[in-house]
């Protein structure tokens, strides 16, 4: 099977009605909007559905990038959330993704892909403009915490990212906690 190009873009405030337009179409995203890593767990569940689209609109309007979009032309296809670690509250408290020393890094915490644009390469285009913005933002290490996928287990957590998708970009594993979730570092020094 043969991968689609797509276009990458950060997402910007002049971008918040493609990335609006994305998470609308999903069923979990227009509840979750990507806040579950920022927020404490009550704030997060409080925040269910508009709370948390607030959360991620403070984000994009206050001008950090919580992450990257994907088009097909004028099409918003694809979200691949990232920012630096310290910017997670639940992943900073998290025990099976507690940081494995003191190093500082970005963090890419889940993908969201389109109905329609599955299965066409998405994720690792995705990862691959995600290296290359951490890389511009002046990033060292980028890390990931993706679902390794066995037969149907795993299959409805792939908004984390596979293991296989982050492998394939040149990340390597250097924990693992969970049996199916390992953290992935890639070391963005040229």
Not at 10 to 31: A, I, K, M, V
């Amino acid at each position: 099977m043969s991968e689609t190009s797509f276009a990458f873009a950060p997402g910007t405030p002049d971008r918040w009605d493609d990335l609006e337009n994305l998470f609308r179409d999903s069923s979990y995203p227009q509840r979750c909007w990507c806040a579950y890593w920022y927020l404490p767990n009550k704030d997060f569940k409080d925040g269910w559905g508009e709370g948390n689209r607030a959360e991620l609109l403070s984000r994009v309007s206050s001008g950090r990038v919580p992450g990257l979009l994907a088009y097909e032309g004028d099409l918003p296809v694809g979200w691949c959330a990232m920012a630096p670690r310290e910017e997670h509250d639940r992943l900073n408290r998290s025990k099976p993704f507690a940081p494995i020393d003191d190093t500082k890094v970005w963090s890419i915490t889940c993908f969201i892909v389109r109905k329609g644009y599955r299965r066409k390469g998405m994720m690792r285009q995705l990862i691959g403009a995600a290296i290359a913005h951490a890389r511009e933002q002046g990033a060292t290490v980028l890390e990931g915490y993706p679902v390794e996928v066995c037969g149907k287990s795993g299959r409805s957590e792939l908004y984390f990212g596979t293991l296989r998708a982050f492998l394939d970009n040149g990340f390597t594993e250097v924990a693992r906690r969970l049996p199916s979730r390992p953290m992935v570092r890639l070391s963005l020094n040229r």
